[in-house]
């Protein structure tokens, strides 16, 4: 089971996430994704994720999507805090120039 609610404020969307963002639900936060960044108009967006139970590798490339694009991403159980350094990780590698020796560039 998946719940999303988004709350907006002046400056802010927030996309409170609770359950598991697994198949099928994970296309939930997909579609509430796209339809938000459209009309988020310029505030900051927040993705809660403090009662994310479980999440697959959809969920996480989406997740990755979402940092891409400017989201912050708010984790609480140890968990999700994990999952989230993985991306964040992710996130600082693919800006590491092409060109750049291998042996200076971090592993995830």
């Known amino acids: 089971m998946l719940k999303i609610v988004t709350v907006d404020s002046p400056d802010q969307r927030k996309l409170v996430v609770q359950g598991r963002l697994v198949e099928p639900w994970v296309g939930e936060l997909q579609r509430t ?11 900051k ?4 994720l403090k009662d994310v139970t ?9 997740l990755m999507d979402m940092m891409r694009h400017g989201a912050q991403l708010v984790a609480g159980a140890m968990f999700t805090r994990n999952v989230l350094q993985h991306l964040e990780r992710r996130r600082r590698e693919e800006q590491v120039p092409q060109d750049q020796p291998a042996r200076t560039r971090r592993k995830a």
């Open 33 to 43: 994704w796209e339809e938000g960044r459209a009309t988020y108009e310029g505030r």
């Open 54 to 62: 479980a999440l697959n590798q959809h969920a996480e490339n989406i």
């Open 45 to 48: 967006l927040m993705i809660d």
